[in-house]
């Protein structure tokens, strides 16, 4: 239609734009009121919680520290325990020499002593020599949680480690006087309780430090104090987290004088060169405002909890109740509101946009809604008056104003509108009919399956050739969700084609029908429809049969994807379905369990009963467990005897435990594989996704370490995976790095423990001990190394080093005169080795040590495996010349058939069975026949673990004279074998 020009009323003068003003200036006015409060209500919340979270953490530091002192004080309680009960010894005949200084001094590897001169007397002369054992054993475990452990005498007698203090202490300087003595004498704790000291300063070790003193009675008398030091520096260390856990927040830490330890991140002084003659008392705050703080709360102390904060601070005390400290966390408020600023200043902005959008676009709708509209009627009336009967098209919104339209339209030649309103009606409804009858013959003859439902996904239509296709009436369909044509299998994407359509309206891809007995693959398309104002009415689904489609993919991808020999799923489908599941987990449609398994003991079926029985066996696995799992399981071989189940749908552990108790219960049936029946069972690991991981690596890493596990602990069992196992991997990958580095580095040691002759206290020989000392001089227990170099295999190179050097050992020995013997333990990888026996008659050729004098030690269940082959081994070995000992007999598979048959000189007697001599009488009576037994058979006996007096005594009556404990010595360097009160056997020819 024709336009029309007309006045629009513009500026100030337009109704849309005073009203978008006046809206403007109340909602900014509205919101500043409603952000004033909002800031304030938030500042004191905040505030609030600021101090209480201060609070908490300063309990928990204090608490912390309250702990680690009272452990420490737990630890110098049972050392001074052991000191006081240490008994007195006649003190041995052994020269003191008195340096140039007037002081007696002597050290070992431990601690040192020390004593001027003119206190010396036979009590302190014992005392010197007794502590230096004493303090062997306890000093490792004191410096674990001190920087130093001592024991002063009455008479100013000192024994110390480290050894520097009593190496570097001037003979004058008055030991008795100083604190860490004074405070543990009678006079100042006459209630004998353990005491700190407050912080000195030390100037031979050069550090502050307070001391833990505890006095040493015996039978009511006072022989002296034990003392332990704790140097700042690692209090400083413990307390250096408290000024990182929040932004602002500040430590200080105080006695009860008042005399600052620790402000913020730092000490107040320097560790290492001190400010200050003997305390803190010139330490000062960074913050001028704490310092009266400070003053005020140790002035009161009974009320240190009720001190409230400072004007521009926040501030929590706790008491470090061992010590009588304070600890005061304080933070800025400044720093606590500065995120409150900004937050203001973002809502104010934000109001400010509301306000400003609303007034915008309240303009903006008055204007398209109400003004446009009164404006083009406005117009029309003008028209209508110059007599124009081309009229705008007016709106006939169902408002006032659509009203007013309707009224001027109806006033406007009403007829003429009627009758060409119901010609174009009559001709769109021919037109839309023709169209109608077009598509239904087009749907009803089409070779496709065509449904149509409504935007529920409820059938409301099917054509013929869909009922033909799913064997099927239009009556069972009506009102059907579409989902019923789906297999049960296709139920999640099912659940995936809903949420599709909700977000596109549309979705493509291939699905699984099953209508009665009936199954067949589709191609499906779903698409929507729409009426006349763009909405949605309905979805059309379009269905194209691919079943032969879909069994020529199946026929590929069972010589793709399955195992030729069982007709299982191979590795590369089964890694296809694992990513499948791992997909479907991270949606959290459900839980999986992946089952890793092997076949125990199936290489020594393939090898005694050929590879033919092997495929048999593996056929009839595949079969078994195709029978006991479910369909929608994925059963797959990975390769050789490998196999793997994933469970879908698995709830919990217990689900998947049971189902693999019942995969054990499949295996225990025997199976006849070429002519004999053969009994099989299965390792299983299990790890649960998306629970233990979600990735395809790691579930299957995870799932390898459970088997492994499995196998670790005896076979046919199953075990999940555990971040135990994980760890456990990763440390023996480190400690294995660590092994070939050491190997490399020459890091390993010998350590000999004596072997002793009772009868006449004299060495017959030693036992080879390997040590591992890592640069940084810490040692590595054994039982942590030697398992991972058996499984790794190294233990053999470590194994040919040890038997060089220990021969290289006994000949040193043997060229000094010394008759003894050497005593090596083999390893199970060692005696196996068919390159043994050559290999260590070289290193005797090349060593020149004598074969008689070199033992192999090997335990019981070495022997056990293939004896046959045991046998031999020993024999090769005992042609050498050396001589053989079974360590640790009567622990393992002890047999006196197969014992009569092996060629061995020695039986050790377990520790275990020593131990317990005279309580055990069981024992006793063991270890009796055991010597007995060896004794008829010729054989020597070596008692191991021997620890007392009685154990001695036991021993010798029963006529096993040769044995080795901690009763004469513990194991030692080559080099430390010389402080030993037992000496080795003289060769004859030396005498």
């Not at 040493?216 to 250096?240: A, K, N, P």
């Not at 006793?924 to 007392?948: C, F, H, P, S």
Request: hydrophobic share 45%; proline share 4%.
């Amino acid at each position: 239609m024709k336009e029309v020009n007309f006045h629009k009323p513009g500026g100030i003068h337009s109704l849309s734009i005073r009203f978008a003003v006046l809206v403007f200036l109340l909602t900014f006015t509205a919101s500043a009121a409603i952000a004033y409060a909002v800031m304030q209500m938030q500042h004191h919340v905040l505030l609030r919680q600021e101090k209480q979270e201060l609070k908490l953490q300063a309990a928990k530091y204090a608490r912390q520290l309250d702990q680690e002192f009272l452990a420490r004080e737990k630890r110098a309680l049972s050392a001074n325990a052991v000191v006081s009960r240490f008994p007195q010894l006649k003190a041995p005949e052994q020269q003191l020499t008195v340096a140039a200084d007037g002081s007696i001094r002597i050290q070992d590897d431990i601690s040192a002593a020390f004593i001027p001169a003119s206190a010396l007397d036979e009590q302190h002369k014992a005392w010197m020599q007794q502590t230096g054992p004493l303090w062997q054993q306890l000093a490792p475990l004191m410096l674990e949680d001190f920087f130093s452990f001592y024991f002063i005498s009455t008479k100013g007698m000192v024994r110390i480690a480290p050894a520097d203090w009593a190496l570097e202490v001037p003979v004058d300087h008055p030991v008795t006087s100083e604190i860490f003595y004074r405070i543990g004498t009678p006079e100042l704790n006459p209630n004998r309780l353990p005491r700190w000291t407050e912080i000195y300063y030390d100037p031979i070790w050069q550090k502050w430090m307070t001391s833990l003193v505890v006095p040493v009675y015996r039978q009511d008398e006072f022989l002296g104090i034990t003392g332990s030091d704790f140097v700042l520096d690692e209090l400083f260390v413990s307390l250096t987290a408290m000024d990182q856990t929040a932004t602002g927040v500040r430590a200080l830490l105080y006695d009860q004088k008042g005399n600052l330890l620790v402000d913020g991140n730092k000490p107040t002084v320097n560790l290492a060169k001190p400010h200050f003659p003997t305390d803190y008392s010139a330490a000062k705050p960074r913050q001028p405002e704490m310092a009266s703080y400070i003053e005020q709360l140790v002035a009161q102390p009974e009320q240190w909890q009720q001190h409230g904060d400072l004007p521009g601070y926040l501030v929590a005390n706790a008491k470090v109740e061992r010590l009588g400290w304070y600890l005061t966390l304080y933070q800025d408020k400044k720093v606590v509101l500065a995120g409150l600023d900004d937050f203001r200043d973002n809502l104010m902005l934000t109001f400010l946009a509301v306000a400003v959008v609303v007034a915008l676009s309240l303009q903006f709708f008055i204007y398209q809604f109400i003004l446009k509209r009164l404006t083009r009627l406005s117009g029309a009336v003008q028209q209508l008056s110059r007599g124009d009967n081309q009229l705008p098209e007016l709106d006939q919104n169902p408002d006032e104003i659509g009203l007013l339209n309707q009224a001027f339209n109806s006033m406007s030649d009403e007829i003429h509108q009627l009758i060409s309103g119901l010609n174009r009606r009559i001709v769109e409804k021919e037109d839309a009919e023709r169209a109608a009858r077009k598509l239904t013959k087009a749907v009803a003859f089409s070779s496709s399956g065509i449904v149509i439902t409504d935007k529920a996904l409820l059938i409301e239509y099917a054509n013929p050739f869909m009922l033909e296709l799913i064997g099927s009436s239009a009556e069972q369909l009506q009102q059907q969700p579409l989902s019923t044509l789906f297999a049960v299998e296709m139920f999640f994407v099912g659940e995936e084609i809903s949420h599709t359509l909700q977000e596109r309206h549309h979705w493509r891809g291939d699905m699984l029908l099953q209508h009665a007995e009936r199954k067949l693959w589709v191609s499906l398309a779903i698409a929507p429809i729409r009426d006349e104002k763009g909405e949605l009415s309905n979805y059309v689904c379009a269905m194209q049969d691919i079943s032969f489609i879909k069994e020529s993919q199946r026929k590929m991808e069972q010589l793709a994807y399955y195992d030729v020999l069982t007709g299982i799923a191979n590795r590369s489908y089964f890694r296809d379905q694992l990513r499948k599941a791992i997909a479907m987990a991270a949606r959290g449609y459900y839980h999986f369990a992946l089952l890793y398994f092997d076949l125990d003991e199936f290489k020594r079926i393939n090898d005694t009963l050929g590879h033919d029985a092997g495929d048999e066996l593996l056929k009839e696995v595949a079969r078994r467990l195709i029978s006991r799992l479910r369909e929608e399981d994925t059963i797959a071989r990975l390769g050789g005897d490998e196999f793997a189940v994933i469970l879908s749908g698995v709830k919990d552990r217990e689900q998947a435990a049971m189902t693999a108790e019942n995969l054990q219960q499949t295996f225990a049936a025997p199976v006849k594989l070429a002519g004999e029946e053969v009994a099989i069972s299965a390792s299983i690991g299990i790890t649960i996704a998306p629970e233990d991981a979600a990735d395809e690596e790691l579930l299957l890493k995870h799932a390898d370490l459970a088997m492994y596990e499995a196998k670790a602990r005896g076979k046919n069992t199953y075990h999940f995976f555990s971040q135990d196992l994980n760890d456990a991997a990763k440390e023996k990958l480190l400690i294995e790095t660590q092994l070939r580095e050491a190997i490399r580095e020459h890091q390993f040691v010998l350590f000999y423990q004596p072997k002793i002759d009772i009868r006449d206290q004299r060495i017959v020989g030693y036992e080879a001990l390997l040590r591992w000392i890592r640069p940084d001089g810490s040692m590595i227990p054994p039982l942590r190394f030697i398992p991972v170099a058996e499984s790794t295999g190294l233990i053999v190179e470590i194994g040919e080093w040890v038997i060089w050097e220990a021969c290289r050992f006994v000949s040193r020995q043997q060229s000094k005169g010394h008759d003894v013997t050497i005593a090596v333990n083999l390893s199970a990888r060692q005696f196996t080795d068919q390159n043994l026996a050559a290999m260590v008659e070289r290193i005797l050729l090349r060593t020149g040590a004598k074969p008689q004098s070199l033992t192999f030690e090997i335990t019981e269940s070495m022997l056990m495996g293939d004896t046959d082959a045991a046998i031999a081994q020993l024999n090769e070995l005992k042609n050498l010349g050396v001589a053989l000992s079974i360590d640790d007999f009567g622990t393992g598979y002890s047999s006196l058939s197969y014992l009569k048959r092996f060629p061995v000189d020695e039986l050790k007697i377990d520790r275990s069975f020593v131990k317990d001599i005279p309580e055990d009488t069981n024992d006793m009576d063991i270890v009796a026949a055991i010597i007995a037994m060896a004794q008829k058979m010729n054989l020597r006996v070596v008692a191991e673990g021997v620890e007392t007096p009685e154990q001695i005594d036991f021993l010798n009556n029963n006529a096993c004279y040769l044995v080795q404990g901690y009763f004469f010595s513990m194991p030692r360097a080559e080099q430390e074998l010389f402080h030993l009160n037992y000496q080795p056997l003289v060769h004859p020819t030396h005498v």
